[in-house]
């Protein structure tokens, strides 16, 4: 019984998360966090036609999170892991808008690049800079566009969270490459911040910090305890909260 109301608690947790981040932004704290009031989960993980729907800068938000997904388990040592993100990255490209990412400066073949290292079997002191250089193409791209940070970042909590809603359930892992990739849009939204003015984003930057450092310390790796879906659902909320303080 007791077993059985773990579960209902957390799967519940994991549908205030989403929707804390799919929501518009509330002007005041949130409520005391109650998970036994929310409906089960329904987001799901990216589909192509769904990536395919967004604007160009979303675009290489998504694909930031991703590269950076993919770079994190490649750091820890799981270079078959590194492969099988990059490979469905690459599969989900075909549906963006290559044009129009490109006229911001998208260079697709720094992504193929990567790829090309690992099949290779390069030393990873070739690879990282290949990894590092895609990520600040992308950055690159996103600062180009010109949209304004905070809605960059609301965009990658929503990926972030229904992402962590379909790769953890019940505190075990079911879908690591979601799971993975629910870290890289964190860290992506995290790096978008940080160098940003601390007077107006410190509370935000905090709370990224915060979202981040709730993984393992050795990444998003298979094998590994990931954190409690009401840990996270709160959290995500709390980075709604400072989202909604931006001007």
């Known amino acids: 019984m007791i077993q059985d109301l773990l579960k209902l608690t957390a799967g519940a947790g994991l549908a205030l ?3 804390a981040c799919d929501e518009q932004p509330p002007r005041a704290r949130p409520a005391a966090f109650d998970p036994m009031v929310a409906n089960p989960a329904t987001q799901k993980a990216v589909k192509a036609d769904e990536a395919a729907s967004w604007s160009p800068p979303q675009q290489a938000a998504f694909l930031a999170g991703r590269v950076i997904a993919a770079d994190s388990v490649f750091r820890a040592g799981d270079r078959d892991t590194a492969k099988a993100q990059l490979g469905d990255l690459r599969q989900q490209m075909a549906a963006l808008d290559a044009g129009a990412l490109q006229a911001l400066g998208f260079e ?3 992504i ?3 790829q090309g290292a690992l099949d290779l079997d390069l030393p990873d002191e070739e ?10 193409n992308l950055s690159g791209v996103i600062e180009v566009s010109g949209v304004a940070p905070k809605e960059t970042v609301t965009f990658l909590m929503r990926l972030s969270a229904e992402a962590y809603d379909a790769g953890v359930r019940y505190g075990e892992i079911r879908d690591l490459e979601a799971y993975q990739a629910a870290y890289g849009y964190a860290v992506a939204a ?8 601390e007077t107006v984003y410190g509370d935000l930057r905090l709370e990224l910090d915060i979202l981040v450092l709730m993984w393992p310390a050795t990444g998003p790796l ?5 954190p409690p879906e009401v840990r996270m659902s709160e959290q995500f909320a709390r980075v709604k909260v400072a989202l909604a303080v931006l001007p």
Do not use: K, N, Y
């Open 17 to 19: 998360m989403v929707a």
């Open 108 to 110: 697709p073949a720094r």
């Open 112 to 114: 193929d690049a990567i």
């Open 127 to 136: 690879i990282a800079p290949l990894f590092a250089g895609a990520e600040a």
């Open 190 to 197: 995290r790096d978008l911040i940080s160098p940003l003015d």
């Open 222 to 226: 298979a094998g590994r305890t990931p």
